[in-house]
């Protein structure tokens, strides 16, 4: 995710990062090279009757924009569930930690390890969805058992779910807590059990291959064949029109692309790594832990990862 | 679901599964007839005063972009609850077999009983919404006699979903766990209800037939009586603009009937027996069984069933 | 609700069941007619220096389909929010049954009771929605004091659902389940009392009558002047174009109209009969009753009621 | 809110009461006499060089039109949701009452006790929202020693639902209820406490004003030049279509402006003092009360407020 | 948050305050001398074979304005979502208070605990999202070792929670309520660690950064260019109509950005510190407390902060 400094409006039409500029560079380029040749043809193919005017451009331009936009909106639907599903972790987590801390108010181990668990699990999740290695970090924030019966399952996150619950049904089975305080508390490792499914069920199911197909060759095609329309009427300011609308499709199209995978680590996708830094933070403060690991910082293109 | 391996953009537009071509090769091809036919007798009927021109098409078409836009709204979100429900199963089976594992740790007969009837469940589920024969499913994960109950009703997953409650209802009976425990797991075996309602609502209940019907009748006539709007300006250039046109509105006709069935097995819809493989291994997993199946993998035209 | 056999896309142009095209015959009737008057006096009042272009009237054409969208929309979720309505009677129908045949095994004699006096709820809610006479349902289904009690009530489906609670209420005075399993059953009554609530409110509340009032003001305005617009183009051709845009329009202002009440009889409404029918096969199925009614079947015009 | 009577199609076009016309009339007439200008001193002008074509009003007026949809989705879902919140009191008003019928079968005092503070609460809602007086209704309807506390706050609503709230807490304390069934019962009063905030968030949150600004500065302004670009084209026609195109425009935002404070007592607003009085006949009727006041009417204007 | 006193139609055209006119003078202003450059030195680049048209603008225009409501409807859902979740902290509160002071009617200084408490939360809640200090109004409400726990925490307002948390767990220690009690209570706590969450999800992610680049700089291209496409046809019209299409465009930008940070101090932000004013208000008349402090006003410009 980029996190700009405020910027005047100014400098921000010229702003580089953040935007999806270069994945479509070379398809702006193209279209300026269509342009020139429709320019340069012109005349020779006008000749032979060949001849493309603006108004069914018009009509399917403006077809394209309403279903670029239903395109976008579903995207963008991924993108807002995913973030609301991560931000459930974070609530769940203060849930579990403060029922945890109020009931058992003179045993920091328990504290430490719920904590550790509940940030084992985010960074589990993070690693499941972004398809990277879980191995360190879980060694880092899990006992040898548990660790070692996590990793070799095919579904760590799930298990780590599973430990979680496990703990808080030891604590009923030693009389600690009373069976209504244990349904309280696994309401919230219900909640953390939505959030894994929900995560899963963005990551597994792309909006229908069929959307981004039919959409991409229609805005390409619409591209190309754009400045054959335009010459007629616009001469020498074809390219510049023609790459200012294919500008607009082009980019709407790329960022949809982008926000189909909402765990992915574009410039639009969700920081996961800093999520799990910042409920790393909060269930260490929460237990009264000495030293926090550092917020985490967008990197000098001003990407949160 | 089509599944696609990370492709170029450029071999994108010519890719062919996935997409609904094969769906509207045929009135593409009319559209083109119809095309040529306008090339060839333009002339003839411009004489007899018969005149098409493009302003009252560009109208017609803008509104019937907005209106496929509303019918593909409608029918994403069918698919969008449905994917949900399905992963709602997920979420409700892990809920379950954690609280089984935590209340029973030392009793895996009971472990394997409740992932069978979990497993039987969803299978049962997919085989009622794609209306194929649950049977080799079903005899494969219930005991004999829920098997035989399970088969002679016309409800079977509703049967399944009662047997799981009565399971649950024995432990209670047997005093293995409290009433509020009870009630805890009998919740997510209603999350499991509300997942086999809401899927039988979207199987029985279509969108309302006279969308599909105005809808198609619109963008058909569209089709075939645009190339005599656009002869008139653009000559031999009618075949190639019309047919654009025309791929656009119907491949997003022909998607939105794709998605308004969910649980159909065409390539857009939900991979149901592959979520059921899923289902079953996390399952499986979560009990410690010893092996787990395969998981399912898309056929050779990346269709995942 | 009309439900088609699967139809070929040609035959489906000339579809008149399940259409609104009853609803509209007349007004593309005087379409017809005012472009033929439009064509006949085109000359004369174009002497008078009477002139319409069809610039305007596409700008209005677009505002009027960006506003039938939004209208669409608002009636159509009225539609899906009562089915989705209808499908929670069904959920909650499963889990008050399943829970009293796991409580009670062996009391066949509540399992009825209870079974009856859930079919009464939902076809008392049926003939209170459609504003039909619920006596002889009631009087099959109920026993004698309370049909009396519930038939003599302006809100006869309240009253049954207070019996219903009452009824939940009596097995926890006879010490037959604890206070928290009656919280647990209490919770899927207060469900249904949800459905009984919203389906009122739906029925109560149509969408705010300025919407129709405007949208029919000007569609119909529009359709009238449309041919005018378009004869000084069009000529011979105006009748086709202008009945063809119209009936864009006009079908989707008239299924919008059906659609605002989802509970009536027409060919878009909600199929309650049949819901009701299948409510009751399924409670009987649960209670394992020797026979169950007959599933519901579309009539011969294709529409299930 | 207007109710009307079946109407055919044709009078429908000529209804006053229920549209917003009367709000924009005068408006409308501005619109008819800049036409007449427009074509007055059209000659004149166009000599200046000053010329106004369509072209960029179809542009601004669709762009218009769809931030006007927009607008009108806004201000529809304040109404929808505060109906859903007002016909939520009624679910929970009968859950309520039928837990106290339920659990306490032979005590009428209670009955009527919490049956008056429930209708108690309805109204003080209904005052408070509408900004009237509610001493009336709550004198009629509270015990005395509570109708003087509730009186006197600030906050009139919130205290009898604090009542309500102490009431039930009563029963317990009274050991009437147990604390299981005291939650269920504080469930369906924090339902109530959901439904005051939600109204209060509507009444006290305007949609950001800028929206109106922007919208009615735009569309005013539309509406005042659109007869100047119209004129070139359509001479004598130009007041027919202008005042036309306008009435879309001005009725949509005139028909949003009402619809954004759902609680007014407009032709488009919510029937408050018809949802009390059903509400009430509705406690009462749970109730056995032998009396219940007679339903709302609609005024000769049709209007239900 | 703009309260406007009642106006009349006619003098909102001139408002200044509340519009985000303000933030568009300066790029207004660029295009009306854009125009004047347009009119001077058309004839003159005419000559050299430039020449741009309105119809490409078109489409392009009403390609913007789709994306523009899409962009708008993306940020107008923040805007609600926070509303409606600081209206959730309102009903949790009083859940909490009317719970509190129901099982503890003698205990005047556990309601004052609770109260300031509360009060302290959503103070501190403000300033966190307003990255305020919070040491003023948090010393004024918090006990002094409360106060320091506090105040020395990254996440002071997470921190008031579990105080919140604690408290309700003492109650429960000292056997004054009972864990069924416990459990009620405490999902209230949770309602308000989502309020938490989702504040500072709302405040955390802000809406992706491509969208705001895209759209800002096709929305000022499109507004520097117009007079250029317009200057053709409407001659000495260019600025009127140039500005008018500008104004309508930026300000729906402006005010896009404006809403995407709802916790702001800008003119369409919420108002946190009237918000909490009178969430202090209700929370002390719930404690018969003598006086409440006045309810907050907006100042001079009609803004409410």
Known sequence: MVIRPHQHWFFRLFDWHGSVLSKIT???????MMSIVAILIYQWYEQL???LTIAPFSLLGIAIAIFLGFRNNACYSRLVEARTLWGSILTNQRNILRNIKGLLPNDPLAHRTFANLLIAFSWSLNHELRRTNPKVDLYRLLPRDVFLDVIKSPYPTSRILMHIGLSVGELRDNN???DVLFQSINKDVNGLSEVLGGCERISNTPIPFAY???LQRTVYLFCTLLPFALVGDLHYMTPLVSVFVSYTFLAWDALAEQL???FD???NSLPLNALCTGLERNALDMIDAKQLPPPAKPNKYFNLL
């Open 26 to 32: 070379f398809r702006l380029s193209l279209n300026i």
């Open 265 to 267: 680590v574009l410039d």
């Open 212 to 214: 981004t197909l039919i």
């Open 260 to 262: 189909e995978d909402p």
């Open 176 to 178: 600690l807590i009373s």
């Open 49 to 51: 009757g060949i001849h």
